[in-house]
């Protein structure tokens, strides 16, 4: 009996494919994450949680529809998907094991900020548009390469690190620009990134725990709208707006960026940026930045009274 149940397991093992085999990884952390964090206890931030934690959120808001009001204005529909979301990440943000820079992580649930990247289009055409580095324009203005740039000069992360976030958002403007499909950017994403991960997996460094949350927000966003946009018969029916994945993608960068300005602001740029402040906190704008491109991809705001 033992061994026909080991064949059977064997067997039901062998019939995963790699994608189905990393949901169930994904949950399993996800749900581990729950249980410990329901006896009050800390949980230790890495890439993967982050990652994991980002499309929980997503889930949070397009799966429970039905919490929001729809007779209402633009702006009074906004306000409550950001404080649906801030809530919910809030809660999750409390139980990880990090003694956190407060006003960096904050800053990230700014209503007007938040409101700004739930503007998908500016959010793309800026970010993909051309550099203003020569403007001396990190933030708002500057293109997504340009804060990149950023992150380099601030000694955030290394040149082997810029390196590699210039491949990969290379692959995302592609995208934008209709030159790379969903499907080919993710497996891009996931091709560089498993690259890395090879020799880099040290998350005690700022720069390896920056880079690889980075490309985790990127990866899981990208693998959400592919389940549950992309591929989705309901959806596909109908004209499936361009390129929406990439403003996760810039929403995380941006949260990183002006996490490293406030630590400059309190603490002056020759002291180390708190790296796990800082991608706590880009994990709010990438989620929030998400979120609006999942309401455009899903057409929500089409069904406002």
Same mark, same amino acid.
């Given at each position: 009996?033992?061994?026909?149940?080991?064949?059977?397991?064997?067997?039901?093992?062998?019939?995963?494919?790699?994608?189905?085999?990393?949901?169930?990884?994904?949950?399993?952390?996800?749900?581990?994450?729950?249980?410990?964090?329901?006896?009050?206890?800390?949980?230790?931030?890495?890439?993967?949680?982050?990652?994991?934690?980002?499309?929980?959120?997503?889930?949070?808001?397009?799966?429970?529809?039905?919490?929001?009001?729809?007779?209402?204005?633009?702006?009074?529909?906004?306000?409550?998907?950001?404080?649906?979301?801030?809530?919910?990440?809030?809660?999750?943000?409390?139980?990880?094991?990090?003694?956190?820079?407060?006003?960096? @992580?904050? &800053?990230? !649930?700014?209503?007007?900020?938040?409101?700004? /990247?739930?503007?998908?289009?500016? =959010?793309?055409? *800026? %970010?993909?548009?051309?550099?203003?580095?020569?403007?001396?324009?990190?933030?708002?203005?500057?293109?997504?390469?340009?804060?990149?740039?950023?992150?380099?000069?601030?000694?955030?992360?290394?040149?082997?690190?810029?390196?590699?976030?210039?491949? @990969?958002? &290379?692959? !995302?403007?592609?995208?934008?620009?209709?030159? /790379?499909?969903?499907?080919?950017? =993710?497996?891009? *994403? %996931?091709?560089?990134?498993?690259?890395?991960?090879?020799?880099?997996?040290?998350?005690?460094?700022?720069?390896?725990?920056?880079?690889?949350?980075?490309?985790?927000?990127?990866?899981?966003?990208?693998?959400?709208?592919?389940?549950?946009?992309?591929?989705?018969?309901? !959806?596909?029916?109908?004209?499936?707006?361009?390129?929406?994945?990439?403003?996760?993608?810039?929403? *995380?960068?941006?949260?990183?960026?002006?996490?490293?300005?406030?630590?400059?602001?309190?603490?002056?740029?020759?002291?180390?940026?708190?790296?796990?402040?800082?991608?706590?906190?880009?994990?709010?704008?990438?989620?929030?930045?998400?979120?609006?491109?999942?309401?455009?991809?899903?057409?929500?705001?089409?069904?406002?009274?």
């Amino acid at each position: 009996m033992e061994t026909n149940l080991n064949i059977k397991s064997e067997s039901m093992l062998n019939k995963l494919n790699f994608r189905s085999m990393k949901k169930v990884i994904l949950g399993l952390i996800a749900t581990v994450f729950i249980s410990v964090s329901s006896f009050g206890q800390k949980t230790q931030i890495t890439p993967t949680l982050i990652g994991s934690i980002h499309n929980k959120a997503l889930d949070n808001i397009f799966k429970n529809e039905s919490s929001f009001n729809f007779n209402s204005t633009e702006e009074e529909f906004k306000l409550q998907i950001i404080n649906h979301n801030n809530t919910f990440l809030k809660e999750k943000i409390e139980m990880l094991d990090i003694n956190p820079n407060s006003t960096i @992580i904050t &800053q990230n !649930y700014n209503i007007e900020k938040c409101l700004s /990247l739930l503007n998908t289009d500016k =959010l793309l055409s *800026v %970010n993909f548009g051309k550099s203003q580095k020569q403007k001396g324009k990190y933030l708002e203005e500057s293109n997504i390469f340009d804060k990149i740039d950023f992150l380099f000069d601030s000694k955030v992360i290394l040149d082997t690190d810029k390196t590699t976030l210039y491949k @990969i958002f &290379q692959d !995302y403007k592609d995208n934008y620009q209709g030159r /790379l499909s969903e499907e080919e950017l =993710l497996n891009k *994403v %996931n091709n560089i990134k498993s690259e890395y991960y090879r020799t880099n997996s040290d998350y005690s460094k700022t720069n390896i725990l920056v880079t690889l949350t980075i490309m985790e927000t990127c990866s899981n966003s990208l693998e959400w709208f592919d389940e549950n946009y992309y591929s989705n018969p309901i !959806y596909t029916t109908n004209a499936v707006p361009v390129a929406v994945v990439g403003a996760d993608a810039v929403g *995380v960068v941006i949260g990183i960026a002006e996490g490293i300005v406030q630590s400059g602001i309190q603490n002056g740029t020759n002291v180390p940026v708190d790296g796990a402040s800082v991608v706590t906190g880009a994990l709010i704008s990438g989620v929030t930045s998400s979120i609006g491109a999942g309401i455009k991809a899903l057409s929500w705001l089409t069904k406002l009274f």
